[in-house]
């Protein structure tokens, strides 16, 4: 009988060890999952993922190796994925490591603890080639983002950009077959997607060459998004004003335009009139004219005009500076004159009156007596 506990209790302890590790164990083809693009070198990385169902509550692990140490470690959280949908994940590496050698990348996708998915990518740094091309600046803003591309023969490149919200990326594309020669070569974009004001962003390159194998330079660079707009073209006179200004930003303007016109006189500049119209919405490429009428019409006299155009934030964002040359003068006692006017006609315009009723009058009579 004891014997018979014995071997019971043994067989439930191997049983306890063994159902754990089925658990964990999770078989890949359950999910129709995997990592399609993975890009890394010592500074930074971005790893694609495709699934062709919808998944939810993924994690994704990625971590930097080299010389068998583990230089730096990513997780991130992948809520949900829709069918025959990609998701790419980009980052910055934090080491120090920057010796040369083979550098190896490895991704683990997992779903409740379990594995369903692994990839390897492998670079080498600090092997000297003579670059085709030089990457020589990328800006990157609320507008879009710009790179100077200097060719060191003819090359045919294609152009790969990402705006990244953290770790997400919230637009991207890809320029294709771009023909540089001899000469430097700017390619620019402007960003399709509405940007919060005040937040971080980045804007993500690779420019990719096929020969004499395929490979990448990449560079990444941060941004503060804000509104942005500025005045094109500017109208004023003595009765009043108006600005037209354009949007540069993909931070929806929700600011205003101020107007403000002044005198100078011996007791220095005396502000006449200041007034501060709300402007419509703006986003990059949309202009809108915003105008004011003055309260009382300028009199004879030069006067210097402000307009300035005020942010989301109560910033200044852009201004102009004008004179107006004023002519125009009031008529002195309009009312006293317009009567002296009517008098002075009314003679004039009761002879004929007279002579018309006289006539009629001539007639009737003449009328009469053949009667």
Known sequence: MRYAFLSLTAVLLILSL???????????ESYD??????????????????????????????H?????????????????????SDITKAFKWNTDDKGDGKYTIKSVISKDGCTIYENAYTFVNGRQTIPR??????????????????????????VEYMLMDGSDVIYSGTEKKISIHTQPM??????NVLLENNMEYSGRIKVKLYSPSVNYIALTEDFTAQDDV?????????????????????????GSVRFTVSKQDDN??????????????????????????WEQRL?????????????????????????????????????????????????????????????????????????
């Open 133 to 158: 091309i030089t990457v020589d600046d990328l800006v990157s803003n609320s507008q879009g983002f710009s790179v100077m591309i200097t060719p060191q023969e003819a090359v045919l490149v294609d």
């Open 18 to 28: 063994i159902i754990p590790s089925f658990a964990i164990d999770c078989a890949s």
């Open 299 to 371: 009199t004879t006299g030069v006067y210097s005009l402000v307009i300035e155009v005020i942010g989301n934030d109560g910033d200044i964002l852009d201004i102009e500076e004008s004179i107006i040359e004023s002519d125009y003068e009031p008529a002195a006692n309009q009312g006293n004159t317009t009567t002296a006017q009517d008098t002075n006609q009314s003679p004039g315009f009761l002879f004929p009156v007279t002579m018309i009723i006289i006539l009629i009058a001539a007639f009737m009579l003449s009328q009469k007596r053949e009667y």
């Open 230 to 254: 500025f005045i094109s073209d500017t109208y004023e006179d003595d009765i009043g004003a108006s600005a037209t200004i354009d949007g540069i930003s993909q931070v929806p303007f929700t």
């Open 64 to 84: 930097m190796e080299h010389e068998g140490s583990i230089l730096d470690r990513k997780t991130f959280t992948i809520d949900s994925i829709a069918p025959g």
């Open 33 to 62: 999952i995997s990592i399609i693009d993975t890009y890394s070198d010592l500074e930074t990385c971005d790893i694609t993922l495709h699934s062709a169902e919808q998944i939810s509550g993924l994690e994704l692990e990625v």
């Open 268 to 293: 220095g500049e005396t502000v006449i009139e200041s007034v501060t119209k709300k402007s419509p919405v703006l986003l990059n490429g949309d202009d809108e004219t915003v105008e004011t009428i």
């Open 186 to 191: 700017e390619v620019s974009k402007d960003w």
